[in-house]
């Protein structure tokens, strides 16, 4: 009877434990409105730069729960912005982001590692109907309630064919992102 007991008892408190668990997880709400996502890479003997609006998707973060948190965020491309109108469509064109059969770049995380900076999101990058595996560190800065993530990498245009390797335009391109958040309640 007692070796019933103690099973239950393990059972019950392993199930609590679950539930705290999955409750611990925090459900975050991106402010599309003041997401950035900017970029610059060397073109024509100078650093262009420019960035993307209204990031979307899913936050889900916890600090203490890192193996159940993720990050799955999508970019409309149409929104991109270097100042230059013209040089904006030709950038949405086929030779460069074929928005107009790619419109949406999407990164979805695979998992989250704390590092001595912050964190790492580690994850699958598609953009022009390439995905590749990436990494992107972050820090979280803010509450409990509201706050933003930032972070910043490098990718390699040729990767995703965005436009043709030539001596003109860099192959290198940072990436910048600055992903407001708030709490779902």
């Known amino acids: 009877m007692k070796r019933i007991v103690s099973v239950l008892l393990a059972s019950l408190l392993l199930m609590i434990g679950s539930a705290y668990t999955i409750q611990?997880?925090?459900?975050?709400?991106?402010?599309?409105?003041?997401?950035?996502?900017?970029?610059?890479?060397?073109?024509?003997g100078q650093e262009l730069i420019g960035n993307f609006k209204g990031a979307k998707g899913e936050v889900k973060f916890d600090e203490n729960d890192l193996a159940n948190s993720s990050l799955n965020c999508t970019i409309d491309i149409t929104t991109i912005n270097t100042g230059i109108g013209g040089r904006d469509t030709h950038l949405q064109s086929k030779e460069f982001f074929s928005a107009a059969t790619s419109p949406v770049s999407k990164f979805t995380s695979t998992k989250i590692e704390k590092t001595a900076a912050g964190y790492t999101a580690t994850g699958n990058l598609l953009m022009k109907e390439t995905t590749k595996e990436i990494s992107i560190p972050f820090v979280y800065e803010g509450s409990k309630a509201a706050g933003t993530f930032k972070g910043s990498f490098k990718i390699r245009r040729s990767d995703y064919k965005i436009g043709e390797a030539d001596d003109e335009i860099g192959d290198d391109v940072t990436i910048s992102l600055e992903i407001p958040v708030t709490v779902i309640n």
């Open 24 to 44: 611990s997880i925090i459900n975050w709400k991106i402010d599309s409105e003041k997401a950035m996502v900017k970029f610059s890479i060397q073109a024509h």
